[in-house]
């Protein structure tokens, strides 16, 4: 069965052959004399010709004769893999091109072969094999030379922020090493300036102008970038075959930067590491637990709250910012939001305040339920939340996407109540299934500029509204928690709304977290 290499691949254009054929002069062509009674030659329509190693011949080291090129010139393509089935064998090559990057896979067998590349200016294209005769002719009068590229991928990593830094090195072929090293985002890599390497049995130092990479040798694979007094642990890209990154110019010789790492799947998903983050009720309860959770998961957080002493001091503990603001006033959350884009793009909005009111449609005397009191219940819980989601989003979409499109992600607080109203929940439990009922709306509205809204329902936690009760009240309220029988700890909600930002595909739902509790009439 045939290895399907997900793999960056290219194959090298006429106009790239003609850009490079001066450079190439100065290094001497390849004899295959040794060998030509063992290689295979395809043609094409256009004239283009590929030399590949017989299926008989597919031993030892036999990946260094496959080339490609017209029927004058034929230049040696890096192998990635082969994979062989009876007669059928398949290649996987890359080489830099004019422009871009795509996969190609060379399919052979006795009949012909087929190159299929991803990119659809060039689609696929089938190759037949020419007769004995006509093939000592081409691999006799054909120039065979080195790769067109004289460099190699040695090393490539990249921070939470999604920034890369890359090491390559001259082919043997070119006389090796002569380091560089790129540093930047996909698309807008830029070359640093080296000063020294360093190297021993510890790991190597690469010193540039721009900062220093440190690779540190052994099985942890650990690498570092220190700029300015700051060191940043960087996620090394293994193996670099497997993602590979191309830096190509019209002439060949790796100058402007293009990325190919479809391999790393960790990235261009939303990542708390990095990301500037509001809190709304952040100062206390579930609020303040979520706060402390995405900051040790490395976000920039944002308080938001009405109590300025509380919310201060966690910002303060933290490291974050506060900023006091009435979720119901449109002029407070922009401010807050302001400030959230001082620290960077805003990605993750989570909206934890709220209150709550005991009060029945009708009391005990036949009184109907205050309507102001059911007004101001409805404008924290559910406009409140509205008013946070629609203006998050508008900064949102301002955003950058990540590479998988994603601008952010808005996670909104419901309750249990919203399902399972109970006697005098009736303002409650209907701002509730209100922000409830915003989910699925607001996702299928944000999608088109990549913003997540996912919903929490909480049961019975453990915040300080329940801290004053006895144990005996605080166990009354548990009893109807199926497993575990207790209060829910903020510190699981917080984590879960951590899960949240992390899980890219979660999207327009809202989720129970609750120990399956399901609370009865009262």
């Known amino acids: 069965m045939r290895q399907h290499l997900i793999l960056a691949a290219l ?45 008989a011949a597919l031993k030892g080291d036999v990946e260094k004769w496959v080339f490609y090129g017209d029927a004058k010139t034929v230049y040696q393509q890096r192998v990635i893999g082969n994979s062989i089935e009876g007669d059928k064998y398949q290649w996987v090559v890359w080489s830099p091109r004019v422009q871009g990057i795509q996969q190609a896979f060379v399919d052979s067998d006795p009949t012909g072969v087929k190159i299929t590349c991803t990119n659809k200016k060039d689609g696929s294209r089938t190759l037949t094999p020419l007769p004995p005769d006509q093939a000592r002719k081409v691999l006799a009068k054909a120039t065979f030379l080195p790769p067109l590229w004289e460099r190699q991928a040695r090393f490539l990593a990249r921070d939470d922020d999604g920034v890369y830094f890359y090491v390559d090195e001259l082919q043997e072929d070119y006389g090796g090493k002569a380091f560089r090293v790129f540093v930047g985002k996909k698309g807008a890599v830029k070359e640093a300036a080296m000063i020294n390497v360093v190297s021993d049995s510890a790991g190597e130092i690469y010193q540039t102008k721009t900062g220093e990479l440190k690779i540190v040798t052994g099985t942890d694979g650990k690498a570092y970038w220190k700029k300015g007094g700051k060191k940043t642990e960087l996620v090394v890209l293994e193996p670099i075959k497997n993602r590979y990154l191309i830096i190509a110019s019209s002439a060949s010789t790796e100058r402007s930067a293009w990325f190919a790492t479809s391999s790393d799947g960790s990235l261009g998903r939303m990542k708390l590491s990095g990301s500037v983050v509001l809190v709304t009720g952040g100062a206390s309860g579930l609020g303040a637990a979520t706060a402390r959770r995405l900051v040790a998961g490395g976000a920039k957080a944002v308080i938001v709250d009405r109590d300025e002493v509380k919310g201060a001091a966690l910002a303060a503990e933290l490291g974050g910012v506060f900023a006091k603001a009435d979720v119901t006033e449109p002029a407070q959350i922009e401010a807050a939001i302001a400030e959230a884009g001082k620290l960077g793009p805003l990605r993750v909005a989570v909206s934890c305040a709220g209150v709550g009111w005991a009060a029945r449609t009708l009391d005990k ?58 006697i005098g929940q009736i303002a409650y439990a209907a701002s509730k299934a209100g922000v409830a009922g915003m989910t699925l709306p607001a996702a299928r509205d944000l999608g088109v500029v990549g913003i997540r809204v996912v919903t929490l329902a909480p049961g019975i936690f453990d915040t300080p509204m329940l801290g004053s009760l006895s144990e005996e009240v605080r166990a009354a309220l548990a009893k109807d928690v199926v497993f575990p029988k207790r209060l829910g700890d903020p510190a699981e909600y917080g984590a879960m709304v951590a899960a949240i930002v992390e899980t890219g595909y979660l999207n327009g739902e809202t989720i129970r977290l609750d120990g399956a509790l399901r609370m009865p009439p009262k």
């Open 11 to 55: 194959l090298v254009s006429s106009a790239a052959h003609a850009e490079t054929k001066k450079q190439n002069k100065l290094h001497a062509p390849i004899d295959i004399r040794a060998v030509v009674d063992q290689l295979d030659v395809f043609k094409d329509d256009a004239g283009s010709v590929l030399v590949v190693p017989k299926v």
């Open 365 to 422: 005397t036949g009184t109907p339920h205050d309507l102001d009191l059911f007004k101001t219940v409805i404008g924290i819980n559910l406009i409140g939340t509205f008013n946070v989601l629609r203006l998050s989003a508008a900064a949102m979409s301002k955003n950058d996407p990540l590479e998988n499109g994603e601008r952010g992600v808005i996670v909104n607080t419901a309750s249990v109540a919203a399902f399972d109203g109970q």
